[in-house]
């Protein structure tokens, strides 16, 4: 994915509501473990925001412009700015309340 891409796919829907990008690798076992637990969120979200998934040895320019060093790495963006990011790999039901704490701020 190239940035112009990204602007298309991500900055651009996010004036209209909030993208969670999910930064993974195929070779990341915790990011195999997210991707479940982030599906769920987002079709329980009421369609509230937006999940886009970004592999990053398929996106490097993406994911250097966003300073992503390792995986799992979780961005939000709203109003096209980063307004939340986290490393790593949560449970479910802290992942969705940190992910409404980080929403709540925008709505």
């Known amino acids: 994915m190239t ?3 990204f602007e298309e796919i991500v900055i651009k829907p996010s004036f209209e509501k ?3 990008v999910d930064f993974w690798a195929d070779w990341c076992d915790p990011c195999k473990m ?3 637990i982030l ?3 987002v079709s329980e979200s009421d369609n509230n925001w937006d999940l886009v ?3 990053v040895d398929q996106s490097t320019e993406v994911a250097a412009k966003f300073d992503i060093m390792g995986v799992p790495a979780i961005r ?5 700015e980063l307004i939340a990011k986290f490393n790593g ?3 479910k039901k ?3 309340r940190w992910i409404d704490e980080n929403l709540k701020l925008e709505i």
């Open 3 to 5: 940035l112009e891409i």
């Open 18 to 20: 909030p993208v969670l």
């Open 34 to 36: 997210l991707e479940p």
């Open 39 to 41: 599906d769920e969120l």
């Open 53 to 55: 998934k970004i592999d």
């Open 76 to 80: 939000i963006f709203s109003k096209g």
């Open 89 to 91: 790999l949560m449970w």
């Open 94 to 96: 802290d992942m969705g």
